[in-house]
């Protein structure tokens, strides 16, 4: 379409298209509301699954089915569009790998905030003057977080009770919480068991290993102090092996030990028929040598990362060894941690110092599984949980429960110091930043004292998941905050639909999931108050359709074809036995009787 124009600067000008057709921009304040409402409608589909009478999702893909109410896997299985409220799944993820629990809370903070701000954004307060109070008021709470968290030594009794609560308090929202009992001592000694070492906490994940087999009952459920991995694929001659050993000397290797044939292709040349056997006489010494190298060494247990074959089976059951092979990567070196043993590249050169030992090593029977398990280790940095349940789903949400306790114990151990959980520290932070408020001039005083507002959608929220009447339950809560010396620790009873003093019950979490929760809390409102343009482009119909008509792509380095047509060719030379098109480096073109033609 034409515009007229006048050369002297009269008249119309001609518009200036700059983004491609269908483009959806939103500018100003009413993109910033759109997108506080889009971080609302996420928190809704979290908000029930807080505390420990949340409920669960059920979230299905098409293929599995997901049971949960962990807010970090909630939000990954939701698949969200809005560009803005991804910014919530990311907070929340981020929780999740920092401290592991708190993955809802942190959401619902951060969206309560924004709500709290939507008011002042309607007025027309510049959302810079947000941006700079609200991270005012979060430092401050993560101030008084710190100096209201209880320390603790962890070696003392006391210490060692923490971990215990720290560990409950986790799992007591979660699918497993009536087993408390079971669960969390076998949790603070599997994570003790790595603390020994400086960086063993750091690698909770490689260390720790969560195996699940479906069946039997929730209390079956047991800890490994060692190494126990399941019984891998094996040949003829397993039953024949030695399946029980005491101080064993375990070789680990990365090679394979089977029957290599040469090459199709080699050529041999011959003078006499009876050199071929030469060859073949060969090829077994070999694999002979290989074996031979792993019995001479002293080892009891052979494991390998690569297959072992039929023939070293039988060999090694001949002479009373044990052997696995494709035994899983994470398997392997957990075992080369627990007994100290170093993984071979290679059977040649194989010395004593490069073999590890346990105390006992035995194959066992759990469900319909059979485990090899490595006990009495000598470097106890390893542990492995053996999860029983009824379903599958019931299993996995009991791994996510396990792994969200693991890392809340780890860090307790790292901050040695814990705050009462139950809302008692929101509303003792809100109480404190409600009276700073009071000391500022000006919109920031009402920033300040909205934020501290926020901090109470925690117990507001375990309240309204109970079934109680939150708003009674959180004047109260108020008046003792306020008025009573004792009553900085009181929070939401959720047995009795009262408050109660929740450090003295037991209720506690580490200081820095609480500290970590309000800070990400806060960046992720600040992040979304900053958006002052919201571009989309459209999806391009045509998915390549971008670099498709760009030269060189096409048949042997011709002239480049759409990506529809290209497409279409793919599909019909596929038929005929390989596709012929693709992107060639310059200079490379298809030669007859390669690739298909």
Not at 66 to 94: C, F, Q, R, W, Y
């Amino acid at each position: 379409q034409q515009y007229p124009s006048n050369m002297n600067g009269g008249g119309m000008r001609p518009g200036i298209i700059l983004l491609r057709e269908g483009t959806d921009t939103s500018q100003g304040k009413a993109q910033l509301i759109s997108n506080i409402n889009a971080c609302q409608v996420v928190s809704d589909a979290v908000r029930t699954t807080l505390g420990p009478r949340g409920m669960d999702k059920l979230v299905a893909d098409g293929r599995k089915v997901t049971i949960s109410n962990d807010g970090a896997t909630i939000m990954k299985l939701l698949e969200i569009e809005h560009p803005a409220a991804k910014t919530l799944v990311d907070i929340s993820m981020s929780q999740d790998a920092e401290v592991g629990d708190g993955t809802t809370s942190v959401v619902l903070l951060a969206v309560e905030v924004l709500k709290q701000m939507k008011s002042f954004v309607e007025e027309g307060v510049h959302p810079q003057i947000l941006i700079r109070h609200i991270r005012k008021a979060s430092s401050l709470a993560v101030q008084k977080v710190r100096e209201l968290a209880v320390s603790f030594d962890i070696n003392t009794p006391e210490g060692e009770e923490m971990l215990l609560k720290t560990a409950s308090t986790a799992l007591n929202s979660k699918l497993i919480a009536t087993h408390q009992d079971l669960f969390a001592p076998m949790i603070v000694d599997a994570v003790k068991s790595l603390s020994q070492e400086a960086d063993g906490l750091d690698d909770l994940r490689g260390m720790i290993a969560i195996k699940k087999i479906p069946g039997g009952d929730v209390r079956q459920s047991f800890l490994v102090k060692g190494v126990a991995f399941k019984k891998t694929f094996s040949y003829a001659g397993f039953e024949q092996m030695t399946k029980n050993f005491t101080n064993p000397k375990v070789l680990l290797l990365n090679v394979e030990l089977e029957l290599k044939n040469e090459k199709e292709n080699a050529e041999v040349r011959i003078e006499d028929p009876e050199q071929y056997q030469s060859i073949v006489d060969a090829e077994w010494q070999v694999i002979y040598d290989k074996l031979d190298a792993c019995v001479n060494c002293g080892a009891n247990i052979v494991l390998s990362k690569l297959p072992i074959g039929d023939l070293a089976t039988q060999y090694f059951a001949d002479r009373g060894l044990f052997c696995a092979g494709r035994v899983e990567d994470g398997d392997l070196k957990r075992v080369a941690k627990a007994t100290g043993a170093t993984i071979q590249t290679s059977t040649n050169g194989i010395f004593e110092g490069v073999l590890g030992t346990c105390a006992n090593f035995e194959e066992k029977q759990v469900g319909d599984e059979r485990f090899n398990l490595f006990t009495g280790c000598p470097n106890s940095l390893t542990t492995t949980m053996i999860l029983r349940g009824g379903s599958e789903q019931f299993i996995a949400e009991s791994e996510r429960s396990v792994h969200d306790s693991l890392m809340v114990v780890k860090r307790s151990l790292k901050s040695q110091a814990v705050v009462a959980g139950g809302g008692a520290i929101e509303m003792e932070v809100a109480k404190y930043l409600k009276e700073h408020a009071l000391t500022i001039e000006g919109k920031g005083q009402l920033v300040v004292n909205a934020f501290a507002k926020a901090l109470e959608i925690v117990p507001r929220q375990l309240c309204d998941n109970a079934g109680f009447d939150s708003n009674d339950i959180l004047s109260s809560l108020r008046r003792k905050h306020t008025q009573d010396e004792d009553g900085k620790w009181y929070g939401v009873d959720i047995e009795n639909g009262d408050i109660m003093d929740t450090f003295v019950a037991g209720v506690w979490e580490p200081s820095d999931n609480k500290s970590n929760s309000l800070a990400s809390a806060s960046e992720a409102a600040c992040v979304i108050l900053s958006i002052d343009e919201t571009v989309i482009n459209p999806r391009s119909q045509d998915p390549g359709a971008a670099n498709g008509m760009m030269g060189g792509g096409g048949m042997g380095g011709g002239p480049g074809l759409s990506n529809t047509m290209a497409g279409a060719m793919d599909a019909v030379n596929a038929q005929k036995g390989g596709s012929r098109s693709g992107n060639l480096g310059n200079g490379v073109r298809y030669l007859k009787g390669r690739g298909g033609g």
